[in-house]
């Protein structure tokens, strides 16, 4: 089955203390992204990889890192997560062709930062 | 800059009413354009996408939508909402040059009444 997979599902952490949440795909996506989605915001876009080794700042990048070392994962970071990180997590994979870029979506990760 | 605007926040609709949800983008290039759904608790799920062609297109569960080139809008339809519509809906477009990211509307949360 195509999936994008993220674990956590609800991760509740205290202020400074390093953790990764995982996405791993299995539809040999080139691009993969990750968002927090916030009420009223939407969903902003932290960081997105067109192809491994190719990662770049999306629209709300602080505090977060990501690696693409495998095409299939694609690892959010947080070295030092603050309060204003609280937020719903979603990773999404996609092809890079014309016709093609429909974005399949994780379960998504309810972060909690106390 | 690029930009997607849904103008409706919060919309409450009884059983049986037509729903329109409006969508409006800034971009100068060509665009794939989507709407998404999220029902409580739930992951971004398609609903219905655009890439060419007929700018009248059908989605699932009965909805539809309409690509507007010159007005630079996707209204999202549905002739008659059922409570299980309750969701909220973004839409997103996604440039088909270059870096291919998506940037999604703020969402729009339908509830409907029974």
């Known amino acids: 089955e195509a999936q994008v997979t993220q674990n956590p599902r609800y991760l509740i952490t205290v202020t400074g203390k390093k953790l990764t949440v995982t996405c791993s795909q299995n539809?040999?996506?080139?691009?993969m992204s990750w968002y927090r989605q916030d009420p009223g915001l939407g969903l902003r876009q932290i960081y997105y990889s067109m192809n491994v080794e190719v990662t770049d700042k999306g629209d709300v990048p602080e505090g977060y890192k990501v690696s693409r070392k495998e095409k299939r994962n694609f690892p959010l970071i947080l070295e030092s997560p603050s309060p204003n990180q609280t937020s719903l997590y979603f990773c999404?994979?996609?092809?890079?062709?014309?016709?093609?870029?429909?974005?399949?979506f994780g379960q998504g990760t309810r972060l909690t930062v106390v | 800059a690029q930009s997607v605007s849904q103008h409706n926040h919060h919309v409450i609709l009884s059983e049986a009413a037509s729903l329109e949800l409006g969508c409006n983008y800034s971009y100068g290039g060509t665009v794939n354009l989507f709407w998404y759904v999220q029902y409580p608790g739930q992951h971004l799920q398609l609903l219905l996408k655009y890439f060419s062609g007929d700018p009248l297109v059908k989605g699932i569960k009965g909805f539809e939508a309409e690509f507007i080139k010159s007005k630079f809008s996707f209204n999202l339809r549905k002739p008659s909402v059922q409570w299980s519509d309750t969701a909220e809906y973004f839409c997103?477009?996604?440039?088909?040059?270059?870096?291919?990211?998506?940037?999604f509307g703020t969402g729009t949360r339908l509830k409907v009444l029974a």
């Open positions: 997103a477009v996604n440039p088909t040059s270059g870096t291919y990211k998506y940037i």
């Open positions: 539809m040999n996506h080139e691009y």
């Open positions: 999404a994979s996609s092809l890079r062709r014309r016709e093609s870029t429909e974005a399949f």
